[in-house]
């Protein structure tokens, strides 16, 4: 599988962004998908996963209620909406692929085995 993240920006305190990640290979639609992010001088972490069906989805709490993600497997697309941003939403944001039978949510980067090259989003207060 290969990922292509796409929609980063900088957006001010209280907007909006949309990322988009694209995906290519037949186990796409057959795994869990998550995005990640990286703030600078601090580790990857876990910020929403979405099931292989898209009927389960987990949340980090710090963007609980403000993230939305989901996806489209005809259009091999994983989304992450991000309304209410904050500075601390400030990262580079990856999107990343369960490999083959990884069809629910997952919050370790360990269990990602498929990587997107990571996108910029900057929120300015």
């Known amino acids: 599988v290969q990922l292509q993240a796409s929609g980063g920006g900088l957006v001010r305190t209280g907007e909006s962004l949309g990322l988009s990640c694209v995906g290519s290979?037949?186990?796409?639609?057959?795994?869990?998908l998550g995005w990640f992010r990286q703030a600078p001088g601090k580790e990857r972490e876990f910020v929403a996963s979405i099931s292989m069906s898209g009927g389960s989805t987990k949340y980090a709490e710090l963007v609980k209620g403000r993230f939305t993600i989901s996806r489209d497997n005809n259009k091999k697309t994983v989304y992450l909406q991000m309304n209410s941003a904050k500075p601390e939403d400030t990262a580079v944001y990856y999107c990343?692929?369960?490999?083959?039978?990884?069809?629910?949510?997952?919050?370790?980067?360990?269990?990602?085995?498929?990587w997107g090259q990571g996108t910029q989003v900057t929120v300015s207060s």
């Open positions: 290979g037949r186990t796409f639609a057959n795994a869990a």
């Open positions: 990343a692929g369960r490999g083959l039978g990884g069809v629910g949510v997952a919050t370790m980067i360990s269990e990602y085995p498929y």
